[in-house]
């Protein structure tokens, strides 16, 4: 699995990068932090970067992760 890394603003935390996947115009991905908890966050390529935003509008991040739990229950029934 690969491993990203991101600065809080304070010190860097080591997340598990569990999925990707893009929702109209945005791309988003599902991240496993060290202590077992899942953030979706939104992101956008930049070069050979990869730049992490939290969404900030909750409707928006509540639709996203609507559709994420979706999509994972898609594939446990392709299972």
């Known amino acids: 699995m690969e491993k990203i890394i991101l600065n809080d603003g304070t010190k860097d935390i080591e997340f598990d990068l ?44 509540d639709e996203i992760l609507a559709l994420y739990i979706e999509l994972l229950d898609e594939l446990g029934e392709e299972q």
């Open 18 to 61: 569990l999925d990707t996947f893009g929702v109209e115009d945005k791309e988003y991905a599902a991240l496993l932090s060290e202590d077992e908890e899942i953030y979706i966050m939104e992101f956008e390529v930049d070069g050979e970067d990869a730049v992490f935003k939290t969404i900030e509008n909750k409707k928006e991040f």
